[in-house]
């Protein structure tokens, strides 16, 4: 699954638009948005919900709620030494669009148990890269019926990695930018839905289980580096997915250090014509040793085998340690597992930084590593590279297929080394600084490799530089 | 009862007397926290429960705690003696805890005597103040 970042990430699926690549479908990549807004009527309705659910309380205790008002926001510049485009953003040229984000959130309570919350986002368009976008990241009513335990229902985000409730926050963390291997490769971080959390003191601190279901949906984004010739140059495709399912998250936290385990599970599938998810290309044989992949219902062959929907399972690690004097570990590793299907971004990644509290400063190193599982991997290889001879007719045709078959396939295989510092101004603003080298292995689908190209075995190195602040 | 070991068990006495009200000192350090009749005698690990939002009913009643300002004496003492913790640490927790959508840190309010009438006047309401500024009657929850 190739990312939308902002914790929208993109999974990887076949869909109608690569099979039919050169059919109608084609005139849907001239204007490569989804036709679904993620940010549209049902968020409006789920908003008006909680509100409602306020007002539905009385006018008298709408107006005797506790109001409280806050805001973040990030300027952040990258620039990185390669003139092709990384994490959708980052090129050679420079850019402000990876990092900037600026959001509100209104805390309301009617009583010390019961409010509600809303929190409003602008960042760059989960499925336009050349626009920004304004979301409702949260709306959700919550209510505490004891100390132990916390109910909450409307708009709201997993807690299923260390930051990635804050993710958008930039002052609750010391990274210049969450290890993006390990953080924009989820199905998805925001779900409308329930969850439950209940909390046990412990004479070694807290322990917490949180208990979540939900649907959301999920922008996929695909990079066809070569295009539709003639008529379309290369860009980025998008899809709108549909996601639902739940999981169950631990963490054991005390003042110094904090481990958190989760699992997960969803159920993917496909929202408006794109419904069928290929498991596989399958090999059409024209002559003795050479052939092509069926990557298009348009290419003739045994058909597709696709499937409605798969189920993705997550599991988590994560681990925060104060190691005193300063010191502090945090890692984290997940591991994905899809069984239907080749076509998914099933992997396993992780990071793990040191970082060292000095005053004001906290500089750090990180280790992050993203490798997708060898099916998928070995499929994307294997179209990829196929060839057929210039002398079977409309070689430069069924040649051009396999490549973009090969770009539906979101694979990732990189890892990255970062070294950068945050300085805290206040108790609300830091600045940070960082430099990363990513090394890309066999591929990744983190970069929009220019037409005609693959990127692989190559460095990219990333200064990034960010004010962050809350208020 | 031989006179050495009445002496030894008297010293110890004196020993512990003086351990307790050093501790006790050591805790309060002048900070009173108070609260509305509704609410009881609190332990220091509640104040701190209730100051980072894990608590917000005690013995059935629903508190809403009062911050002094940021900044201030008498908040910076509170901090250290029933948190443990510096103004950056509480505020970078509240932070966290507001954007994982678990609340906002509780309200503030300037000038002492703005604290003692809200608490006084609010059921459920528990605020701190300089042990200087306690006035009979008020509900002392701790000291």
Redesign the interface.
């Known amino acids: 699954m190739a990312l939308v970042d902002r914790s929208r990430s993109p999974l990887s699926v076949g869909q109608r638009y690569l099979l039919d690549w050169n059919g109608a479908e084609a005139n849907a990549v001239t204007a490569p948005v989804s036709k679904e807004p993620p940010a549209g009527a049902s968020l409006v309705m789920l908003l008006i919900t909680t509100l409602a659910t306020l007002a539905a309380m009385g006018p008298a205790a709408l107006f005797a709620a506790d109001y409280s008002l806050s805001g973040f926001g990030t300027i952040g510049f990258a620039k990185s030494d390669q003139p092709y485009k990384y994490q959708r953003f980052v090129d050679d040229g420079g850019t402000l669009r990876r990092d900037s984000v600026a959001g509100v959130q209104l805390d309301a309570w009617l009583t010390p148990s019961i409010g509600a919350t809303v929190q409003a986002l602008a960042s760059p368009s989960s499925y336009n890269d050349s626009e920004f976008d304004g979301t409702i990241a949260w709306a959700f009513a919550s209510w505490r019926p004891t100390n132990d335990w916390l109910l909450r229902v409307g708009k709201q985000r997993l807690p299923l990695y260390l930051y990635s409730q804050t993710y958008n926050v930039g002052t609750t963390f010391e990274f210049a930018r969450l290890p993006t291997e390990m953080y924009s490769i989820s199905p998805s971080n925001d779900y409308v839905g329930l969850s439950a959390t209940k909390t046990w003191d412990m004479r070694s601190g807290e322990l917490t289980l949180d208990g979540y279901w939900g649907r959301s949906g999920l922008d996929v984004r695909f990079w066809i580096r070569d295009g539709m010739p003639p008529n379309q140059p290369p860009s980025a495709l998008f899809r709108r997915l549909g996601i639902e399912g739940g999981g169950l998250v631990l963490t054991h936290r005390n003042a110094d250090t904090t481990y958190r385990v989760g699992v997960g599970r969803v159920t993917v599938e496909g929202k408006g014509s794109a419904n069928a998810y290929p498991v596989t290309y399958p090999f059409v044989s024209i002559a003795p040793g050479t052939g092509y992949y069926q990557v298009s219902a348009n290419l003739p062959g045994p058909g597709i085998p696709t499937i409605d929907r798969y189920g993705y399972r997550t599991l988590t690690f994560a681990a925060d340690i104060d190691l005193d004097s300063g010191y502090r570990v945090v890692t984290e590793i997940a591991r994905s597992f899809v069984t239907k299907t080749n076509l998914s971004n099933q992997s396993t990644r992780g990071y793990a930084a040191l970082l060292k509290r000095v005053d004001e400063w906290t500089p750090y190193v990180t280790y992050a590593y993203l490798k997708s599982s060898s099916g998928p991997l070995s499929l994307h290889s294997k179209v990829n590279s196929n060839l057929v001879p210039p002398t079977i007719p409309g070689a430069a045709q069924i040649n051009a297929s396999q490549r973009i078959g090969a770009d539906g396939i979101l694979v990732y295989d990189q890892h990255s080394w970062a070294i950068g510092t945050s300085y805290a101004l206040s108790p609300t603003s830091k600045l940070k600084a960082e430099w990363m080298r990513v090394r890309i292995g066999q591929v990744s689908s983190l970069v929009d490799a220019p037409a005609g190209s693959n990127i692989r075995n190559q460095s990219i190195n990333v200064i990034s530089l960010s004010y962050n602040v809350v208020f | 009862m031989m006179p050495a070991l009445r002496h030894r068990i008297l010293s110890l006495m004196v020993l512990l007397l003086f351990a307790s009200s050093t501790a006790i000192t050591q805790v309060t350090d002048g900070v009173v926290v108070i609260g509305h009749p509704t609410v009881k005698r609190l332990d220091a690990a509640t104040v701190a ?1 209730i100051y980072t939002g ?4 005690v013995d059935g009643v ?3 705690a009062i911050n002094a300002n940021a900044g201030t004496s008498i908040r910076n003492r509170f901090l250290q003696l029933f948190l ?1 913790q510096d ?2 640490k509480y ?2 927790y509240w ?2 805890r ?7 840190s509780p ?1 503030e309010m300037g000038k002492s005597s703005d604290i003692i009438q809200f608490v006084t006047s609010t059921p ?1 309401a528990i605020g701190y103040i300089d042990a200087n500024e306690l006035r009979p009657g008020m509900n002392v929850l701790l000291r």
């Open positions: 429960r894990r608590v917000i009913e629903s508190i809403t443990n103004e950056d505020t970078a932070t966290v507001r954007y994982i959508g678990k609340g906002a309200r459920g």
